[in-house]
Each structure stands twice: as C-alpha cells, then as structure tokens.
C-alpha cells in the first residue's frame, strides 16, 4: 500500500484536475469522490489536497471562489481554468508514457 | 458545527499570521472537515469515533501552515534609484534659485520684465514637477506580508509620502507668492497694502488642502 500511495500523492494534482474537468467542486467533495472511485482504497489527507489546491491556484491552473450557500458554512469552490486543462492533457501524457515504460521494465 | 473542530484547527494556525489567507484557509478546512463529520455521524458513527476518524485524516498541517509563513523580500530603492531622486531634487533646487535671476536679467538688461516673470513661473513649474515626479516615482513600502501591522505600515508611508508631496508644493507657492508680492511692491510701489496677498495665499492654500482632503475622504470611503 505503501508504494501505492506514493504514486498516487505524486499525481495529486492531476487528480484534482481530472474531478474539476467536469464541474466546479470544493475539497470534501473532491475528496469523497476519489474515495467513492477507489472504493475506500483512498482518501487523500486535508493537508495534501488543501496545498496542492493553493500550488494549483498559484500556478493558474485552478480559480477558487466563495459559494453563497443559504445554510450553513460557505464552501470554498475550485473551477478549472485553460492552463489547468492543458496542464491535465500534459500530466496525462506524461502517465501514459511512465506507464508503458514501467510495465517494460518490471 | 462541531466546535472540537475549530479548536483543532485554530491551534494548528495558532503561530501563522492572521492574514486574510490564512483565515480563508482555516474557514475553507473548518467547513469541509465539517461535513466530513456530519456524514460520518449519518453513517452512525458515535461523536467521538467521528472526530478521531476526521482528524486522523487530516494529516500534517504543517506543509499549509509553512505556505502562509513564508514571506516576501522587502525591496529598498536601489542605490540608481536614490542617485536619480538626488540628482531631481538637485536640479529643482536650482530651478527655484534660479528663477528669480530671470526677473532680474530681464528687466535690468533687456527691460522686458514680462518676459522675466513668465520664465521665472517656467522654471517654478519645471522645479515643482520635478519634486512632485520624484515623490511619486519612489518605491512605495512593499508588503512584507499582508497582516494587520504591514497594512499600517503601509498606509503610513503612504501619508508620509503624500506629505512630503504637499509640502513640496506648499514651498513653491509660497515661494511664488513672495516673489509676486517683491515684484509687485517694488514696481509700482503698493507696499501699502500687497502684504494682503500672504493672507489671500494661505486661504488660497487652505482651500485646496480642504478641497484634498474631502475628495480623498470620499475616496476611501464610498
């Protein structure tokens, strides 16, 4: 599992990119559909997604905005910007290669 | 809401500054971890199972925290740019020595006095500019980081440059004006009664100041 979650932590913010593809979400949400896709095999740490959403942000890849929930807490949203999308399609190409690459090599 | 939450993670940003940022931060994790232990509570899970399960995943909040530490380097005006400042107000200075020598050459050596005063008020304007472009080019104070004290800090300098700026302009009025009431007074005499114009020139003075203040009040505050 170990081995595992390295991977995975490296590809953070490519996860988060891929989510917000296909609409704007906020970090439980994000979080608990990675879980959901895992199917309880992962779950990121708060730390891990909340600062990789700030170098996401800072890098431009993501913009974050405030929700106008009527009840309870306002919830922080992330919505993807261009950059981000080219920066998934490169990450993603970037996996593939890795991919084929390791599968030769063990 | 559970306040156990909170506690938690007002304690991890206890030694972070309270920018905006941070408390952002700190509001964004209170609610998500939040709703994490709602569903947690949904899915039957007593208070205390809920919390232990939602801070055992929050991980280490140090690699947030250190982001909103760091700070920025405080830029201080280059040494071209202190050499530039001096070699304005060097130059301004001048000007303002030397415009009232273009009174004087005028009317002794060609009698033209007209001519004189409309270069001496040149040179004035050129000098002012020159002292107002000065101000107003200097570095202003850059943040070091965005807490209470820098924005003080901030707006301090930010006062102190537009005083400078005002006095600036004060001297070369009232230089102005000393030079039009010896002009006026030597050449026709009224040395009666042109004192007034010291009087009219600070009401003048006055009356901008108020005039600046006013719109930059309702600036500040729309």
């Known amino acids: 599992m170990n081995i595992t979650s390295d991977i995975l932590r490296g590809h953070t913010e490519t996860i988060i990119l891929k989510h917000l593809l296909a609409n704007d979400s906020y970090g439980y949400e994000i979080n608990k559909a990675i879980q959901e896709k895992t199917e309880n095999q992962y779950e990121l740490k708060e730390a891990t997604l909340y600062s990789a959403f700030r170098r996401l942000e800072s890098a431009g890849h993501i913009v974050s905005y405030w929700g106008d929930e009527q009840t309870g807490a306002r919830r922080r949203y992330y919505s993807i910007t261009n950059e981000g999308r080219a920066a998934y399609d490169k990450n993603r190409n970037a996996w593939e290669d890795a991919k084929l690459l390791i599968d030769t090599l063990i | 809401m559970n ?80 050499k530039s400042s001096a070699l304005f107000i060097t130059i301004a200075v001048m000007l303002y020595i030397m415009s009232p020598m273009m009174v004087i050459i ?25 002292l107002v472009y000065n101000f107003n080019s200097r570095p202003k104070y850059i943040k070091e980081s965005e807490t209470m004290i820098e924005e003080f800090k901030e707006w301090k300098s930010a006062k102190d440059k537009n005083k400078s700026l005002f006095d600036a302009l004060n001297s070369a009025f009232m230089l102005g004006v000393l030079i039009i009431y010896l002009y006026v007074s030597i050449t026709y005499g009224w040395w009666l009664f042109s004192w007034i114009i010291f009087i009219i020139a600070s009401a003048i003075k006055n009356i901008f100041k108020a005039i600046y203040d006013l719109v930059r009040y309702s600036n500040e505050r729309p």
């Open chain 2, 3 to 82: 306040a156990k939450i909170r506690t938690y993670i007002s304690r991890a940003f206890e030694d972070v500054p309270k920018t905006k940022k941070s408390i952002e931060m700190q509001e964004e994790l209170i609610t998500n971890l939040n709703e994490k232990y709602d569903d947690q509570i949904a899915a039957g899970k007593t208070e205390d199972e809920a919390f232990t399960l939602v801070v055992s995943g929050i991980g280490d909040l140090s690699e947030l925290t250190e982001g909103l530490i760091e700070r920025h380097v405080l830029s201080a005006p280059s040494l071209q740019q202190r």
């Open chain 2, 106 to 130: 005028w009317s002794e050596l060609f009698n033209k006095e007209v001519i004189g005063v409309i270069l001496m008020f040149t040179l004035i304007a050129i000098a002012t500019g020159l």
